[in-house]
């Protein structure tokens, strides 16, 4: 049985399946990070992603075109943004209270409107939806074993590396970005040079609205081609957690999302064995506790040992002086 | 000369009732140093945030080049070429030097920040007003002289004509002033108008033309500054005479109250804070602790009074060691503490004074009783000291966040002087209080000393700690590099040479001393 599962996991196709499981950790991990840097941490990020794979399925099921479908997601994931930022930024509520009252909203909302539409609580199976094509890379797709890991992904995936690479330019490189890190960082000083924290926020609020309905779409028309109720599963939340654990860099995040990518993989493959389920089920979930654990307790082991070290340092050369 | 700026009859009235300038005049021409002088909560910052447009006046007419203006915004005010350096740097910390420097203005090449030409920039200001900066060097990285710098670089690169510097020489050692002053010269010499805010007298006479002096919103009086003298001017600031210097009877120490050995402590980032510092207190004696802040002053004192853990070394005060306890039992080996931030970890703002007055002592008698506190003692407590340190309230029970700055310190210092503590340590006593109140917390000190306390002073006023230490250490880099048995016989510049870390002495020739 074992051996089934090693071999699973030393082959392309699982590293494969680790890109594509990453791939809706990657997307809101992005915008957690750039609404976290223009400091206003966006923990609605799980309820941002289900209102939008929501809307992205009964559209592209209502209007069977699967971009009307991506549009309508994304644009109601940016409204729900758009609330978040209002109740925050204009109205003065607490930030994660908010984020918090948008995450049971979207939860109970979406289960409401399925019911709604489908008299289904569970999936929106008997909707039509559409799914968002697969691409195939010309050539690379032939050579063995790298065809298999980088082509047949659905566009989702090519996105979140893409958006990684273009949210490290635009949070480096260009003025915006700096004036969004600059608003996180020392917001008094930002406004005193005429920058509007506020709308600066907004805006990272707003782009961290789009990254997380790009990865609740890839939930609902990439992955799955249909909704489910609560499908999101905490990804919002395991997204937020990369970013920390990336160490708010858009490539640290990136590297955070696809390991906690690798332990949902992971817990795929086990399903196989004659472990009950829920206990593989809960690998990610752990792994990400576990590894802000570990990355806690490392960050406090370097300073004690930092500690140590210079002690060490300062008694030789006290000795030093008495001899 | 020409008149370039004037406010006239400048009234501002805040929403909670305080009258912070109340029909102030004030005119600076063009091409001079205007010093603007008064007590803390005198009104500068006030009239001058308004002429930067930070605040907007309730009345009153601000006329620019002779024209009329209103300003919604700081925006408005630099578009008319009006820049404040703020106290507080108004920075971003992750930012290199160049580009907090261009913050909000950057010259783009393809839409992308363009860092070359930001340097560029960085650069030709720098040299074109002999303002030394490393351009790619991240703010967090470099000290406070350069941020200043940085700071008048912003407002120069965004056009400013008139520079407004608050306090700018709070923060600095007595070289980096010198430097400061000079750039201000070569500032004026180039067309610049500056006003200067301070407290410091001679420092007005050492860089003003023309000084104007405040006191409870209103101006005393505009004067050239050759015409003024130190203590004509605190008169116009206080409205009586001040004593400058403390006067300090003769006394000879005591026993040793406070020692401490190699004492080091890693901050929670693993930064190297305190590198084995090693010193004593006496009984009756005031030392002192001079440096440019963040050498670790804040961290030792912190770590003397039990707010936070030592990584190595001992402390005792009498015998008893008090590192790395809780601070209640640090008070109670006899260390009463007036901390750097008062409002932190001084006070508890929403608590009234009386309760601010028994938080050390409410677990004893007589205000406990079992298991609970006899209300009545703290009222009598608490109108005792109220009397005893003057503090101006209506009342014991109202909420400290109430009082004005200089009452807060006096509720500490009632509360502290009352304990009657063996070891006084005492940081930043008297920053951010006005003349009036330094003076009484300045005597409250001596007055310690003299009964026989151990006094350890932190604080970043050199005027201060050298008038007021019977010895004095200066801190660097988290070491103690220098010691001056007399206080009274070392200069400011002599001492400023070891804040910088130019001078050090050896631990052989300080051994004796500490």
């Known amino acids: 049985m074992w051996e089934l599962v090693l071999k699973g996991i030393f082959s392309a196709l699982f590293v494969a399946s680790v890109l594509r499981i990453s791939t809706p950790l990657i997307l809101p991990a992005l915008g957690g990070l750039i609404s976290e840097l223009s400091g206003a941490t966006n923990i609605a990020l799980e309820g941002i992603m289900l209102v939008a794979a929501f809307t992205g399925v009964v559209i592209s099921a209502f209007t069977q075109n699967v971009w009307l479908g991506v549009i309508a997601g994304i644009l109601s994931g940016m409204l729900v943004a758009a609330f978040l930022a209002y109740f925050h930024l204009y109205l003065g509520a607490d930030l994660i209270l908010s984020g918090i009252a948008i995450n049971i909203m979207a939860t109970g909302g979406t289960i409401f409107l399925l019911y709604v539409l489908t008299g289904d609580k569970g999936s929106s199976s008997t909707l039509a939806s559409k799914a968002v094509p697969v691409i195939n890379i010309p050539l690379i797709k032939d050579i063995p074993v790298v065809g298999t890991i980088l082509s047949g992904h659905n566009i989702f995936t090519y996105l979140a590396f893409i958006l990684t690479w273009f949210v490290s330019i635009y949070l480096y490189r260009t003025p915006q970005g700096v004036h969004l890190r600059a608003v996180g960082e020392n917001p008094e000083a930002a406004a005193s040079l005429g920058l509007n924290v506020r709308r600066i926020r907004l805006g990272a609020l707003l ?64 399903g196989s064995l004659a472990i009950p389920s829920q206990w593989v089920q809960m690998i990610p979930y752990a792994a990400t506790v576990l590894a802000l654990v570990v990355y806690s307790i490392r960050q406090r082991a370097q300073a004690v040992e930092r500690a140590r070290r210079f002690q060490e340092k300062h008694l030789a050369e006290t000795r030093a002086l008495g001899d | 000369m020409a008149v370039l700026v004037e406010m006239d009859q400048i009234i501002k009235i805040y929403p909670n009732g305080v009258v912070a300038n109340d029909g102030v005049t004030f005119s600076v021409e063009r091409g001079e140093i205007h010093a603007l002088v008064g007590e803390n909560g005198a009104g500068k910052t006030t009239l001058m945030k308004i002429l930067y447009g930070e605040e907007r006046p309730t009345s009153g007419v601000i006329r620019v080049n002779g024209r009329a203006v209103h300003f919604h915004s700081p925006q408005d005010a630099i578009q008319l070429g009006i820049g404040m350096v703020h106290q507080n740097f108004m920075q971003i910390p992750s930012l290199t030097v160049a580009e907090n420097v261009v913050l909000g203005k950057e010259p783009t090449r393809r839409g992308l920040l363009d860092r070359k030409a930001a340097i560029q920039i960085t650069e030709e200001l720098s040299r074109q007003y002999g303002l030394k900066v490393d351009p790619e060097a991240t ?105 400058l210097e403390v006067s300090k009877p003769l006394r000879a120490r005591g026993e040793k109250v406070l020692e401490v050995r190699d004492l080091t402590y890693v901050s929670e980032t693993g930064r190297q804070v305190l590198r084995g510092v090693s010193f004593s207190v006496y009984a009756g004696e005031i030392l002192g602790v001079a440096g440019v802040e963040g050498n670790g002053q804040t961290e030792l004192v912190e770590v003397l009074t039990g707010l936070r853990p030592a990584t190595g070394g001992e402390a005792r005060v009498l015998g008893t060691p008090i590192l790395n306890r809780s601070p209640r039992a640090v008070r109670l080996a006899g260390v009463a503490h007036i901390p750097e931030d008062r409002l932190t970890n001084g006070l508890a703002l929403t608590a009234t004074i009386n309760e601010n ?72 006593p008297t920053r951010g209080v006005d003349v009036g109140a330094t003076e009484f917390i300045r005597e409250q000190l001596v007055e310690q000393r003299n009964r026989g306390t151990a006094v350890l002073l932190v604080s970043a006023d050199l005027a201060e700690v050298m008038s007021l230490s019977d010895r004095l250490v200066v801190m660097y880099e988290g070491q103690i590099t220098g010691v001056f048995p007399e206080a009274a016989k070392a200069t400011e510049e002599e001492i400023g040479y070891y804040m910088l870390g130019v001078k050090r002495q050896s631990p052989e020739e300080m051994e004796a001393y500490l």
Not at chain 1, 219 to 241: N, W
Not at chain 2, 219 to 232: C, F, K, Q, S
């Open chain 2, 357 to 428: 007055l028994i938080v050390d002592r409410y677990f004893r008698p007589p205000f406990r009783r079992g298991w609970f506190i006899d209300n009545k003692e703290v009222r009598q407590h608490g109108q005792q000291l109220i009397e005893r340190f003057d503090i101006r309230t209506p009342g014991g029970e109202v909420p400290v966040a109430s009082l004005s700055g200089g009452n807060m310190q006096k509720v500490i210092l009632a509360r502290e002087f009352s304990s009657q503590p063996q070891l006084l340590i005492a940081a930043q």
């Open chain 2, 139 to 243: 703010i967090e990285s470099v000290n406070v002289g350069m941020r200043q710098r940085v700071e008048i670089l912003k407002i120069l690169y965004r056009g400013a004509e008139i520079l407004i510097l608050d306090e700018p020489t709070a923060v600095l050692t007595p070289q980096e002033t010198m430097e400061l002053f000079k750039s201000i010269r070569t500032l004026v010499k180039q067309g610049k108008t500056v006003i200067f805010i301070t407290h410091k007298l001679r420092e007005v006479k050492e860089i003003s033309d023309r000084v104007t002096v405040m006191r409870g919103g209103k101006v005393m009086g505009t004067l050239p500054t050759h015409e003024a003298t130190r203590e004509g001017l605190a008169r116009m600031m206080v409205g009586r005479d001040v004593f």
């Open chain 1, 207 to 270: 782009m961290s609205g789009v990254l997380a309905s790009l990865g609740g779409l890839n939930l609902s028309m990439a992955y799955l081609t249909l909704f489910q109720r609560e499908m999101t599963a905490g990804r919002g939340f395991i997204a937020l957690a990369a970013v920390f654990l990336g160490g708010r860099t858009p490539w640290g995040t990136l590297i955070a999302a696809i390991l906690f990518g690798f332990f949902d993989a992971l817990s795929n493959q086990l």
